[in-house]
């Protein structure tokens, strides 16, 4: 079995599990200074874009592409090259299809479809002058594109919105929902999808401080909420969707009118992922894998599914005891440490709550 992998940053995630599986590795990236590119067993530094990964599996003769990539922007050209490699070649590529990164990488798009498919979002108009706004204070203005709450200001009076208009001239203009945030993960592929634990990801606050900032906790434990309907939502939305591999949904609950609102998807690898395996023992990463070799398959994810209790904590830089090998799995350990030097976070998950906080304590 020969995979190419496309970008390298998240690479370390699944070097150790590529080898237990004794896949020969191939890697495409853009800059030569990246991180991991020591890992696969080999790499090719390519133009951006697609055309390189492209030739590169055509003359290696791979046997799949997965694309590891944690950002919108390359996502489209990804599709394209997903539908062209597939039909012309017959090499599986384990990504999302055009239509479903179209419908999910702007913001506006997935208002619609929401609409559409009949799934319940927070209240919106496109705003292309700030008179034009109908909805009552505060309101979130957002772009159709960005990520990381990138242009996403909460806006509490007129002023503020004829600020934001000094930079952007059009805007999602949405109610603000005042609640708790969820994220979960649908693992899809070849029409079949589950959809793992939901995740708790802080309550909603007027700053619109972003969840990458807030402490998380798996499963989601929200008093009111039924964790089987945020799962069946997600479900039915990536069902939808009609693609392949990952699928993160944020979604919001109101606590004072008893309503879960769907927010965005993102149909590539995402931060949720850390918390997702801590607290079910499934990684959708790895899954991308088996999805390339063709074990992918309902009863091998129920056939995985633990249940733990796990936390993440953002904590800059981590000063405790290391971890076993493999570092980045919790196959041996009860923590994982991920995220950049300065902008470190740390998963931990345990047996019962009492054990969590011990662990907690322990680490941090
Ligand atoms: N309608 C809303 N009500 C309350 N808070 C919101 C709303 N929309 C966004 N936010 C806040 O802004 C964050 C980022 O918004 P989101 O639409 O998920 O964009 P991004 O792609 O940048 O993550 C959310 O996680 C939440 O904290
Ligand atoms: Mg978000």
């Given at each position: 079995?020969?995979?190419?992998?496309?970008?390298?940053?998240?690479?370390?995630?699944?070097?150790?599990?590529?080898?237990?599986?004794?896949?020969?590795?191939?890697?495409?990236?853009?800059?030569?200074?990246?991180?991991?590119?020591?890992?696969?067993?080999?790499?090719?530094?390519?133009?951006?874009?697609?055309?390189?990964p492209k030739q590169i599996a055509i003359t290696h003769d791979v046997d799949a592409i997965i694309p590891l990539i944690g950002i919108d922007p390359p996502l489209i050209q990804v599709a394209r090259m997903k539908e062209e490699i597939e039909s012309e070649y017959g090499i599986p590529v384990i990504a999302s299809n055009v239509r479903a990164v179209e419908l999910t990488s702007n913001k506006i798009?997935?208002?619609?479809?929401?609409?559409?498919?009949?799934?319940?979002?927070?209240?919106?108009?496109?705003?292309?002058?700030?008179?034009?706004?109908?909805?009552?204070?505060?309101?979130?203005?957002?772009?159709?594109?960005?990520?990381?709450?990138?242009?996403i200001k909460i806006a509490h009076n007129m002023e503020d919105v004829t600020q934001y208009f000094e930079e952007f001239d059009q805007a999602l203009c949405e109610e603000f929902i005042e609640g708790s945030e969820i994220s979960i993960e649908v693992i899809g592929f070849n029409g079949e999808y589950v959809a793992l634990p939901p995740i708790y990801k802080g309550e909603t606050t007027l700053e619109g401080t972003h969840p990458l900032n807030k402490v998380k906790l798996g499963p989601c434990l929200v008093d009111g909420l039924d964790n089987n309907l945020v799962q069946e939502t997600a479900y039915n939305v990536a069902r939808k969707l009609d693609s392949d591999g990952i699928f993160e949904m944020d979604f919001m609950y109101s606590h004072k009118r008893d309503q879960l609102y769907a927010i965005e998807v993102n149909t590539r690898p995402n931060g949720t992922r850390y918390l997702t395996t801590a607290t079910c023992g499934v990684n959708s990463l790895c899954e991308l894998v088996n999805m390339a070799c063709g074990e992918f398959s309902l009863k091998s994810i129920f056939d995985k599914l633990e249940y733990y209790y796990s936390t993440e904590i953002p904590i800059g830089n981590y000063e405790g005891p290391e971890a076993s090998e493999p570092k980045k799995s919790f196959d041996n350990n009860n923590f994982v440490v991920h995220g950049p030097a300065g902008y470190q976070r740390i998963t931990i998950r345990a047996k019962s709550k009492k054990e969590l906080e011990n662990l907690i304590n322990e680490l941090t």
């Open positions: 079995m020969k995979i190419l992998f496309i970008g390298s940053r998240l690479y370390d995630d699944i070097d150790y599990y590529v080898r237990e599986k004794g896949i020969e590795s191939i890697l495409t990236e853009s800059n030569e200074d990246a991180i991991n590119l020591d890992l696969p067993d080999q790499v090719f530094i390519v133009p951006r874009g697609m055309d390189g798009n997935t208002k619609s479809f929401y609409k559409e498919i009949g799934v319940v979002t927070p209240e919106y108009q496109i705003l292309n002058a700030p008179d034009e706004l109908a909805l009552e204070f505060p309101v979130v203005l957002k772009q159709g594109e960005g990520q990381g709450g990138k242009d």
